[in-house]
């Protein structure tokens, strides 16, 4: 029976939405007390996010 039914999921992302949240958490990043002194970051890429912090 699983045969007869089929879904795809297709995910567009927005890329000026994505630049402005990254850019928003960079903030974030910045201004919190509990990351600051921390080497806690967050990149965008063509294709990708990084995110680098400590333990």
Do not use: T
Not at 6 to 30: G, H, P, R, T, Y
């Amino acid at each position: 029976m699983a045969k007869d039914n089929s879904f795809n999921v297709v995910s567009q992302v927005d890329m000026q939405e994505m630049d402005n949240a990254v850019n928003q958490v960079k903030k974030e990043i910045a201004q919190r007390y509990d990351f600051r002194g921390s080497a806690a970051s967050i990149d965008l890429d063509e294709k990708s996010v990084k995110l680098a912090a400590e333990d």
